[in-house]
C-alpha cells in the first residue's frame, strides 16, 4: 500500500498480539478499500516470549479513522479480532 499522507495524523484502530487477528484484520481493511499501515511489520514474527513478542498495531489517517473502526466493530461482532480502545 502506499505511504500515508505524512501532514495527517495517524490513529490506531487495531491492537492485538495476535498475528492472525491481525492478518484477518488487515484483509478486511484491505476489502474496504481503506489505506493503513502497520508499524514494524518487518520484525513481526520476531521474540520467543510475552516481553518480548511485539504487539500488532494497525494505523490509519484520524481522516478514514470512524470508517476503519467500523470495519474493525463488524470483526468483534464475528469474534475475529480485538480493537484498539
Known amino acids: ?4 499522507d505524512p501532514n495527517q495524523k495517524m490513529v ?5 498480539d495476535n498475528p492472525i487477528a491481525l492478518d484477518i484484520a488487515k484483509s ?8 493503513f499501515v502497520v508499524p514494524d511489520e ?3 514474527g520476531f521474540g520467543v516470549t510475552p516481553i518480548i513478542n511485539p504487539v500488532y498495531r494497525i494505523e490509519v489517517l484520524q ?3 470512524a470508517e ?4 474493525m ?3 468483534t461482532s464475528k ?6 480502545e
Request: aromatic share 2%; glycine share 12%.
Open 68 to 71: 476503519a473502526q467500523a470495519v
Open 12 to 16: 490506531v484502530v487495531f491492537e492485538s
Open 42 to 44: 518487518g520484525r513481526i
Open 28 to 35: 478486511a481493511l484491505e476489502d474496504a478499500g481503506i489505506e
Open 73 to 75: 466493530t463488524d470483526l
Open 1 to 4: 500500500m502506499a505511504g500515508p
Open 79 to 84: 469474534g475475529d479480532s480485538e480493537p484498539a
Open 63 to 65: 481522516s478514514h479513522a
